[in-house]
């Protein structure tokens, strides 16, 4: 079974400055992806990273990096220079290989909000 | 339109209500997902289709009938439902089953059962 962990309900960060949301996981899987996704208040998940298992270097995508620490089994996200516009929830998730690859297994999510 | 679109973005619907929620991908994949969203709980995976074949129903009650007549429609078919069942429908979709494969979402119909 996989488990991700999420221990920050919410988050405050003050605008232009960088954030780390924190996320551990667990799984028996040689193989996995992690991601993490964005939900705003209108709902849409969207997707902001991948990192995989495998991957010795630690994914970025613009503002986004992953901390990626695989024997501490952490996925923590990092957003630089934080905009309004970031203030969303932010859901950690994993899939793994390769009975479970069907199923994206979701954190319960952190509130960030950026205060201007 | 692109990505993943469903409708209705919003419905309110009785306990003696029938309804269908739809789905719709434009990225060419062959896996589509429900998922449930409920208050204050990590999302909950519904159904699978691959290929337009139901590959996994995580014990999801009877009163939820997906269908899935194309790999690029999925229906979501609703009856009797309680009122625990308000909630954020998702729909997502990717490529393939791998680890790396990203599910990409719609943006969620948000269902209130009176």
């Not at chain 1, 309004?84 to 909000?113: E, I, K």
């Not at chain 2, 790396?100 to 943006?107: A, I, K, R, S």
Request: charged share 15%.
């Amino acid at each position: 079974a996989q488990k991700i962990t999420q221990t920050q309900p919410g988050m405050f960060v003050q605008e232009k400055e960088a954030v780390t949301l924190d996320c551990t996981y667990d799984t028996s899987d040689q193989s996995y992806g992690l991601f993490w996704y964005k939900q705003p208040s209108s709902g849409e998940m969207i997707f902001l990273i991948y990192q995989g298992s495998y991957d010795e270097q630690n994914a970025t995508e613009g503002r986004y990096s992953l901390n990626f620490q695989k024997a501490r089994k952490s996925a923590n996200l990092v957003i630089s220079a934080s905009q309004l516009g970031d203030s969303a929830m932010y859901f950690c998730a994993m899939r793994g290989n390769p009975y479970s690859a069907r199923q994206l297994t979701f954190g319960s999510g952190t509130q960030l909000t950026v205060l201007p | 339109e692109t990505g993943v679109t469903q409708t209705p973005r919003h419905l309110v619907m009785g306990m003696t209500n029938k309804k269908s929620l739809k789905c719709e991908q434009h990225l060419g994949h062959n896996a589509m997902y429900w998922y449930k969203q409920s208050a204050k709980k990590p999302l909950e995976l519904m159904f699978v289709y691959s290929l337009e074949e139901r590959v996994e129903n995580n014990s999801v009650p009877s009163r939820f009938s997906p269908e899935c007549p194309n790999s690029s429609h999925l229906f979501l078919h609703l009856h009797t439902l309680q009122p625990e069942d308000s909630a954020l429908y998702l729909c997502a979709s990717s490529q393939g089953y791998t680890a790396e494969e990203t599910q990409y979402f719609g943006p969620g119909t948000r269902l209130l059962v009176l």
